[in-house]
């Protein structure tokens, strides 16, 4: 004896390849599908709808479909209320509960919709009955508490993953960008440079998550002008990429190498520690720069223009840094409350910190991933953004480029444009 459900798709299902992807779906997991409506959409902007029964041998084989079909966008024909169980004890969820994707989701509550607020992955949905109407919003496990109303199971759930834009969507198009060391840059950093422009013009936040080897290769000074001119809205780093740019300028030197000679001054591998040092000495760093023990770099312009920067700390630290989270939870907090706020965020040489930031955005936050190593963009894109862009390139020629890009070629171009338009 057969279980049987049946559910929809609707959208530009076919050429995102929702469609053929849900087929799959039921084919792998040993179930039989059989399709009961399908309309084509005819023009460019017209959506196509699929309706189809889904046949398994047991209960649990169906539920396991099902569920994955949810997280591809498809929708169960006789929607009902969420299922809502109280959480036995902080930090506790039900059995069953439902797992977040990081794509757009909204959630049946007595008999209305409702959006999910800070969509992120791999959390507990919990409703919130205090105010005038429900609220649904992610929380992750070790912030659940005892007796908020947890989702189980998939009813009443609908996810809708991105889908491929009618206007091709630029560099950020659904899944355009791929990655490569062979594509053009200069057009690249260009479109990049573009929507950094457009995200400023717009009030919003760009986060730039910061490696060690911004400074190793010498695009430290360029970042800080980005922050200076008000391109970056916010940091996101580990405690040695802030060690590495504050010994750049207590002794000129990045992990005891002089970046600009490349020589190994005397004693130069103590730089490091001795920076943490004097930092600790002045107080932290905004202490520091107040006291003019620091007088350039990126965590000065940071200081100097209110731009926010959160350090997580690792168990590797040396010192650590005043300034830096070492408590992992509040490291994890600090992060998440970054990501949900940001517009644009550009990963730039750092696989651990940017997976740690990547686990916090909905998929549909714009990303740039830069690397010298192929396999740290493709593991970074492969987390789930539908509109991330992947380049393959030395971090100390992407970021000049890019500087001279937003600070020099677009004020050019604006003054070409205030003249065509007879501005004085």
Request: with cysteine; glycine share 10%; proline share 4%.
């Amino acid at each position: 004896m057969t279980v049987t459900r049946t559910v929809e798709l609707e959208g530009h299902i076919i050429d995102s390849g929702t469609m053929g992807r849900c087929f799959g779906i039921v084919m792998d997991l040993g179930g039989e599908f059989e399709v009961e409506e399908f309309e084509v959409g005819r023009h460019k902007h017209d959506e196509s709808y699929c309706r189809m029964q889904v046949r398994a041998e047991t209960e649990e084989t169906l539920r396991e479909i099902v569920h994955e079909l949810n997280q591809n966008g498809a929708t169960v024909t006789d929607p009902r209320d969420a299922t809502l169980e109280p959480a036995p004890d902080d930090q506790v969820v039900p059995v069953g509960f439902y797992s977040t994707t990081n794509h757009p989701t909204v959630v049946r509550v007595d008999g209305e919709w409702l959006d999910v607020e800070d969509v992120e992955m791999d959390c507990a949905l919990v409703v919130d009955r205090s105010g005038e109407r429900p609220r649904v919003h992610t929380k992750v496990l070790n912030a659940v508490a005892e007796g908020d109303l947890v989702v189980t199971g998939d009813t009443g759930i609908r996810v809708e993953p991105p889908e491929r834009p009618r206007n091709g969507g630029g560099a950020f198009g659904f899944m355009q960008g791929g990655v490569s060391s062979e594509r053009p840059s200069a057009s690249l950093i260009k479109e990049i440079a573009d929507e950094m422009h457009d995200v400023r013009e717009n009030d919003g936040t760009v986060l730039v998550v910061c490696g060690p080897a911004i400074v190793h290769a010498g695009g430290r000074n360029s970042l800080a002008r980005l922050v200076r001119e008000g391109y970056v809205d916010a940091i996101s780093a580990g405690n040695g990429f802030a060690v590495h740019d504050l010994e750049r300028d207590l002794y000129g030197t990045s992990l005891g190498v002089d970046t600009e000679t490349l020589e190994h001054p005397r004693k130069g591998h103590k730089h490091h520690i001795y920076t943490i040092s004097e930092i600790v000495r002045a107080g932290g760093i905004e202490a520091a720069v107040e006291d003019g023990v620091v007088r350039g770099g990126v965590m000065y312009e940071c200081v100097e223009n209110d731009v926010p920067y959160v350090l997580a700390g690792s168990i590797r630290d040396d010192g650590p840094l005043p300034d830096t989270i070492t408590d992992a939870i509040e490291a994890q907090d600090a992060i998440r409350e970054q990501a949900q706020e940001a517009d644009l965020v550009l990963m730039l040489s750092t696989l651990l910190h940017s997976v740690a930031v990547g686990n916090c955005l909905p998929s549909t936050t714009k990303t740039v991933c830069v690397d010298i190593n192929p396999a740290t963009v493709t593991q970074l894109l492969d987390r789930g953004s539908a509109q991330a862009i992947g380049m393959v390139t030395d971090i100390g020629a992407f970021l000049p480029m890019l500087a001279d890009e937003l600070l020099e070629n677009g004020a050019l171009e604006a003054e070409r444009a205030d003249g065509a338009h007879g501005t004085d």
